[in-house]
T-cell receptor, first 116, second 111 residues
Framework: GAVVSQHPSRVICKSGTSVKIECRSLDFQATTMFWYRQFPKQSLMLMATSNEGSKATYEQGVEKDKFLINHASLTLSTLTVTSAHPEDSSFYIC????????????FGPGTRLTVT | GEDVEQSLFLSVREGDSSVINCTYTDSSSTYLYWYKQEPGAGLQLLTYIFSNMDMKQDQRLTVLLNKKDKHLSLRIADTQTGDSAIYFCAETSGGYQKVTFGTGTKLQVIP
């Protein structure tokens, strides 16, 4: 199956610093990628839709100046959490669509962000 | 907006069948998915079904769709301890549109 990677898998940073998370589609091109956030024991919350070569589309309530998304190529999207605070600590998961028989969406393994 | 609901918890004995249920509200749902998430990991796509189908079988997995009632179920035959995880149903209207996830069902398999 299609593979989506994320880097780093875990990151601990100090409050006020910025953290960049990478999402790569390893064996297919992805014009559209999604960024999700998952709190413990909860479902996935869509943060934004990342489109290659254009601005990301953010869901209501998600601060676009805080969560910067750059989809610079057909295989890479990045999420930068700027001026991170402890409440930004969460599990961040990206996904990419591979258009096949049923619009299959493949997920990365996730990035655990802890802000101290 | 779209809403996808699941029961939170299911416990079954090893070897029995598990049935995880899901209801959704979006009548334009075109593709419906089942994902598995193990602790600390990302999501694994298990299977999906088109809205014009009412059943899909894939080895131990059987998906049933009742479009009239907007009800989706996942049956796991001969449930194993390795099946213990959280299962999410999800839906999309298709065409690279966002996917809406259910609340997740934690499946516990008792040896």
């Amino acid at each position: 199956g299609a593979v989506v990677s994320q880097h780093p898998s875990r990151v601990i940073c100090k409050s006020g610093t910025s953290v960049k998370i990478e999402c790569r589609s390893l064996d297919f091109q992805a014009t559209t990628m999604f960024w999700y956030r998952q709190f413990p024991k909860q479902s996935l919350m869509l943060m934004a839709t990342s489109n290659e070569g254009s601005k990301a589309t953010y869901e209501q309530g998600v601060e676009k100046d805080k969560f910067l998304i750059n989809h610079a190529s057909l295989t890479l999207s990045t999420l930068t959490v700027t001026s991170a605070h402890p409440e930004d600590s969460s599990f961040y998961i990206c996904s990419a669509f591979r258009q096949g028989e049923g619009y299959e969406q493949y997920f990365g393994p996730g990035t655990r962000l802890t802000v101290t | 907006g779209e809403d996808v609901e699941q029961s939170l918890f299911l416990s079954v004995r090893e070897g029995d069948s598990s049935v995880i249920n899901c209801t959704y509200t979006d009548s334009s749902s075109t593709y419906l998915y089942w994902y598995k998430q193990e602790p600390g990991a990302g999501l694994q796509l298990l299977t999906y079904i088109f809205s014009n189908m009412d059943m899909k079988q894939d080895q131990r997995l059987t998906v049933l769709l009742n479009k009239k009632d907007k009800h989706l179920s996942l049956r796991i035959a001969d449930t194993q301890t390795g099946d213990s995880a959280i299962y999410f149903c999800a839906e999309t209207s298709g065409g690279y549109q966002k996917v809406t996830f259910g609340t997740g069902t934690k499946l516990q398999v008792i040896p």
